[in-house]
């Protein structure tokens, strides 16, 4: 499974979409990871695309690089004592991560320009998690020789959701916990297509908007896609039949019609740059337009699908889900 391209067209499409910005907050969290499931579950070994991560007993003070290394850690119990910025995301932080710290305050890294060696040194990590981290094999040695460091598995943004909560687990000795949250997640989502049959075997189509021309989905195996696929849903078939690069078609506006589907879902990084694609009268003549099936998302909760994690995946189910339905259900 792929992931929602590579940071240049989803990227280029969000600008630096995994970059994260910095606080000067130096509250800290410490993570509580000793519970009775630990038990016998150090040394932990896992493999990883930079190497081997040995992880000698629970972690105590974690750092998460991504958004979705600090989702892991959250939905499995842990509070970082630091977390990478998100720029997008409104104070920095995804809305279903803040919702998840439930008033607490890690210290916001800033790695939009590259990863404060320094300033996580100071934090003393005896783990540092980078799941999703763009950038990260630049510095890994000087991570690794800090803390473990838990990288992603295979090609970076190709980690699904449930290998990263399976890996994080595996580092804090919580695997049994991390199971059954994956287990309590794949059921909401299934609980969801049950609930919305109107959802089944319908067409989506789903957009960027930058410098001109949409971006649209053309891999049936990106993130986004899947997500509407475990809803029943299935890629536009004009589009899947299109020739992109890292899993984008690049549309003029000449060629706005190729979005529509019996739902069409489009974000960008600039609010106007969206507001003026879709002004456009070729935009608003699309039939899937007309009847109100075209459902407008900004960056943040955009990428709660495009970059899925144990906690934007029930966000995304309460929040985008009935958008979805009411937009399949237009007439």
Same mark, same amino acid.
């Given at each position: 499974?792929?992931?929602?391209a /590579?940071?240049?067209?989803?990227?280029?499409?969000?600008?630096?979409?995994?970059?994260?910005?910095? /606080?000067? #907050?130096?509250?800290?969290a410490?993570a509580?990871?000793?519970?009775?499931?630990?038990?016998?579950?150090?040394?932990?070994?896992?493999?990883?695309?930079?190497?081997?991560?040995?992880?000698?007993?629970a972690?105590e003070r974690?750092?998460?690089?991504?958004?979705?290394?600090?989702?892991?850690?959250?939905?499995?119990?842990?509070?970082?004592v630091?977390?990478a910025?998100? #720029?997008?995301?409104p104070?920095?932080v995804?809305?279903?991560?803040?919702?998840?710290l439930?008033?607490?305050?890690?210290? %916001?890294?800033?790695?939009?320009?590259?990863y404060?060696?320094?300033?996580?040194?100071?934090?003393?990590?005896?783990?540092?998690?980078?799941?999703?981290?763009?950038?990260?094999?630049?510095?890994?040695?000087?991570?690794?020789?800090?803390a473990?460091?838990?990288?992603?598995?295979?090609?970076?943004g190709?980690?699904?959701?449930?290998?990263?909560t399976r890996r994080?687990?595996?580092?804090l000795g919580?695997?049994?916990?991390? /199971?059954?949250?994956?287990?309590?997640?794949?059921?909401?989502?299934?609980?969801?297509?049950?609930?919305?049959?109107?959802?089944d075997g319908?067409?989506?189509?789903?957009?960027?908007?930058?410098?001109?021309?949409?971006?649209?989905?053309?891999d049936?195996? #990106?993130?986004?896609?899947?997500?509407?696929?475990?809803?029943?849903?299935?890629?536009?078939?004009?589009?899947e039949?299109?020739?992109?690069?890292?899993?984008?078609a690049?549309l003029?506006?000449e060629?706005?019609?190729?979005v529509?589907?019996?739902?069409?879902?489009?974000?960008s990084?600039?609010?106007?740059?969206?507001?003026?694609a879709t002004?456009?009268p %070729?935009f608003?003549r699309?039939?899937?337009?007309t009847?109100?099936?075209?459902?407008?998302?900004?960056?943040?909760?955009a990428?709660?699908?495009?970059?899925?994690?144990?906690l934007?995946?029930?966000?995304?189910l309460e929040?985008l889900?009935p958008?979805l339905s009411?937009?399949a259900?237009?007439?």
């Amino acid at each position: 499974m792929r992931a929602p391209a /590579s940071l240049l067209l989803l990227l280029l499409a969000c600008l630096t979409l995994a970059a994260c910005g910095g /606080s000067d #907050d130096d509250t800290t969290a410490a993570a509580t990871a000793t519970d009775a499931t630990t038990a016998g579950a150090f040394p932990a070994t896992l493999d990883g695309a930079l190497g081997e991560t040995t992880v000698e007993r629970a972690p105590e003070r974690v750092v998460a690089l991504d958004f979705n290394s600090a989702d892991a850690l959250l939905a499995l119990g842990v509070t970082p004592v630091a977390i990478a910025r998100v #720029d997008y995301a409104p104070g920095g932080v995804q809305p279903w991560t803040r919702a998840a710290l439930r008033g607490a305050r890690p210290q %916001l890294l800033e790695t939009a320009t590259g990863y404060p060696l320094e300033r996580i040194a100071a934090l003393r990590p005896d783990l540092i998690v980078a799941s999703n981290a763009y950038g990260v094999e630049r510095v890994a040695d000087q991570l690794s020789a800090l803390a473990p460091l838990l990288a992603w598995s295979r090609a970076l943004g190709t980690e699904t959701w449930q290998e990263t909560t399976r890996r994080v687990g595996a580092a804090l000795g919580r695997a049994r916990e991390a /199971s059954a949250l994956i287990a309590d997640v794949e059921g909401r989502i299934d609980a969801a297509r049950a609930r919305h049959p109107e959802l089944d075997g319908k067409t989506i189509a789903i957009f960027n908007a930058v410098g001109g021309q949409l971006f649209a989905i053309n891999d049936p195996d #990106d993130f986004s896609i899947r997500f509407a696929a475990d809803l029943g849903m299935r890629l536009s078939p004009a589009l899947e039949r299109l020739e992109g690069e890292e899993g984008r078609a690049a549309l003029s506006e000449e060629r706005v019609d190729l979005v529509d589907a019996d739902v069409v879902v489009g974000t960008s990084p600039s609010p106007a740059e969206l507001r003026r694609a879709t002004a456009s009268p %070729l935009f608003r003549r699309l039939p899937a337009v007309t009847r109100g099936s075209y459902v407008e998302l900004p960056l943040s909760p955009a990428t709660a699908i495009a970059f899925p994690s144990a906690l934007s995946i029930p966000y995304a189910l309460e929040t985008l889900v009935p958008r979805l339905s009411a937009a399949a259900s237009a007439r």
